[in-house]
Nanobody, 116 residues
């Protein structure tokens, strides 16, 4: 059974940092493109950053220069290091694994709240 388990969310002050982690179970991790998405109340889910199976990285415009998205294929994990957080970064953050074929897998999400 495929499971993506996010952790590391919480409450942080504006300007602070957080590191989210995603642990993958039940998939051949290294052949999946991985991504972080987020969804704020009343808004559509948006891409934060993604990293392909060969290491190509794409960042959402709203977070460029403030986040990195390392992955560790040996440990089946992916992280999202977020710096200089802003109140508008408040959202539920989701981990996603996209296989070569078929539908993407999603985690349950982790809440990030940035206070001003």
């Amino acid at each position: 059974q495929v499971q993506l388990v996010e952790s590391g969310g919480g409450l942080v002050q504006s300007g602070g940092s957080l590191r989210l982690s995603c642990a993958a179970f039940g998939i051949f991790f290294s052949i999946h493109d991985m991504a972080w998405y987020r969804q704020a109340p009343g808004k559509h889910r948006e891409l934060v950053a993604d990293i392909t199976r060969v290491g190509n990285i794409n960042y959402g415009d709203s977070v460029k220069g403030r986040v990195t998205i390392p992955r560790d294929n040996a440990k089946n994990t992916m992280s999202l290091q977020m710096n200089n957080l802003k109140p508008e970064d408040t959202a539920v953050y989701y981990c996603s694994a996209r296989p070569i074929r078929g539908t993407s897998h999603w985690g349950q999400g982790t809440q990030v709240t940035v206070s001003s």
